[in-house]
């Protein structure tokens, strides 16, 4: 069993920046997935990024592309998610979820919630003007 916990949320003026973390506690695999998606109030949660713990691979919804930056240290069975140029609409609460490699087949695995097995709490980033 895996348990993801986030951390690193909280409130930042528009054009800002913050880092969110996800450690993992329980067997993980180089090949697995670990991703981030968030939710904003009254919208469907949505796929925000992905990445695997080697490090080898990354993808980014088309709306943070360039903004935010996914990273993992196996050592520390931490991923991180670099948010930069943060703006009004990226407000939401983030979750950390983990998948199996097979997330990584196509455009459709990697961003649909139904193929990732672990889920964290969630942590809320608001964004001022």
């Known amino acids: 069993q895996v348990q993801l916990i986030e951390s690193g949320g909280g409130l930042v003026q528009a054009g800002g920046s913050l880092r969110l973390s996800c450690t993992a506690s329980?067997?993980?695999?180089?090949?697995?997935?670990m991703g981030w998606f968030r939710q904003a109030p009254g919208k469907e949660r949505e796929f925000v990024a992905v990445?695997?713990?080697?490090?080898?691979?990354?993808y980014y919804a088309d709306s943070v592309k360039g903004r935010f930056t996914i990273s993992g240290d196996n050592a520390k069975n931490t991923v991180y998610l670099q948010m930069n140029n943060l703006k009004l609409e990226d407000t939401a609460v983030y979750y950390c979820?983990?998948?199996?490699?097979?997330?990584?087949?196509?455009?459709?695995?990697?961003?649909?919630?139904?193929?990732?097995?672990?889920w964290g709490q969630g942590t809320q980033v608001t964004v001022s003007s």
């Open positions: 990445t695997s713990w080697s490090g080898a691979t990354a």
């Open positions: 329980g067997r993980t695999f180089s090949n697995s997935a």
């Open positions: 979820a983990g998948g199996p490699g097979g997330v990584f087949t196509s455009i459709r695995t990697r961003q649909s919630r139904s193929n990732y097995n672990y």
